[in-house]
C-alpha cells in the first residue's frame, strides 16, 4: 500500500464514501491528488492535496493539475461554492450555471472538463463507453434524480418525521447530494437534514451569506454585519 492510501480511511470518514467530484456513491474511491504527485513529490503526503475521486473521475482527470495557477483556473468541491456553479435538472442532467463572473463561468467550466461531469449519452460520452457502461455516472445521477421525486412525492402525500428519516437514509445511500439538495431545496427542514446527513458538506458553501439578523423595533436603518457602528449624531447646532 502507498502512504498516502492510508488517508484513505480518514478521508471516507470525513467526506463519506462519495466521489468529490460527481458525487456518486462508490464502494471503491481512491486518493486524489489535486496536484499531481508526480510533478507535486512534496504533495504526495499532503492532505490539503488530497480528495477522493471514483474511477470514473479519476481515469477522465487526465490534464494534469499541477501548478498553483492550475488550480486557481479551476473549482474545487473542497474549498469553492461548487453548489452556485452547476445545476441539476431532469433526468441528473449537470449543466454550468450563468455565473455573472467570466472568471468564475471559465473556472466551473475547467472543472466540468477536467472530471468529464457534464459528460452523458449525446453530450460527449464515446460510444463505446455507452457501449461498455464503462462511464455510469450519468446513468446513475439520473436515477438518482427520479429517487429524490420520487422522495419528495412521498413527502408532500405524507408529511411525517418518518418518511423524512427514511428519505434521509435514502439519499445517503444515493448519493449526488446536490441532486437531492436540488430537489428539496423548497423544504428548508429537508435541505438542513441532508447537510447534517451528508457530513463532509461545509454548509457555508451551501447556503449564501447569512442576511441581517432582523430590524429590531424601532429602527429606521437596517444594520449589517460588517457596518462599523453609527458615528454619533452631531450636535444640533446653536440656536436650533
Ligand atoms: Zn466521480
Redesign the pocket.
Known amino acids: 500500500m502507498t502512504e498516502y492510501a492510508h488517508a484513505r480511511p480518514v478521508l471516507l470518514r470525513r467526506m463519506g464514501d462519495y466521489?468529490?467530484?460527481?458525487?456518486?456513491h462508490?464502494p471503491t474511491?481512491a486518493v486524489e491528488h489535486i496536484r499531481c504527485k508526480d510533478k507535486n513529490p512534496t504533495l504526495e503526503l499532503e492532505w490539503s492535496n488530497f480528495l477522493l475521486?471514483?474511477?470514473?473521475?479519476?481515469s477522465?482527470k487526465l490534464i494534469s493539475v499541477s501548478t498553483e495557477d492550475d488550480v486557481a483556473a479551476r473549482l474545487w468541491p473542497d474549498r469553492d461554492r461548487t453548489q452556485d456553479a452547476f445545476v441539476y435538472s431532469a433526468g441528473g442532467v449537470v449543466s454550468i450555471a450563468e455565473l455573472k463572473d467570466p472568471a468564475e463561468l471559465s473556472k466551473a467550466k475547467m472543472t466540468a472538463e477536467m472530471?468529464g461531469?457534464l459528460k452523458r449519452p449525446g453530450a460527449g460520452l464515446k460510444p463505446e463507453q455507452i457501449k461498455t457502461a464503462s462511464d455510469r455516472?450519468w446513468e446513475l445521477r439520473s436515477q438518482a434524480w427520479d429517487e429524490a421525486n420520487d422522495a419528495r412525492k412521498d413527502l408532500l402525500e405524507q408529511p411525517t418525521p418518518l418518511v423524512r428519516r427514511r428519505i434521509l437514509k435514502e439519499a445517503k445511500a444515493c448519493g449526488f447530494f446536490s441532486i437531492w439538495l436540488t430537489v428539496f431545496r423548497d423544504d428548508a427542514e429537508m435541505v438542513e437534514r441532508l447537510i447534517e446527513e451528508f457530513n463532509g458538506t461545509d454548509r457555508a458553501r451551501i447556503f449564501p451569506p447569512a442576511p441581517a439578523a432582523p430590524a429590531p423595533a424601532a429602527p429606521e436603518v437596517t444594520p449589517t454585519p460588517s457596518a462599523p457602528p453609527s458615528p454619533p449624531a452631531p450636535a444640533a447646532p446653536p440656536g436650533a
Open positions: 466521489c468529490s467530484y460527481c458525487e456518486v462508490a474511491l475521486a471514483c474511477t470514473s473521475c479519476n477522465t472530471v461531469l455516472r
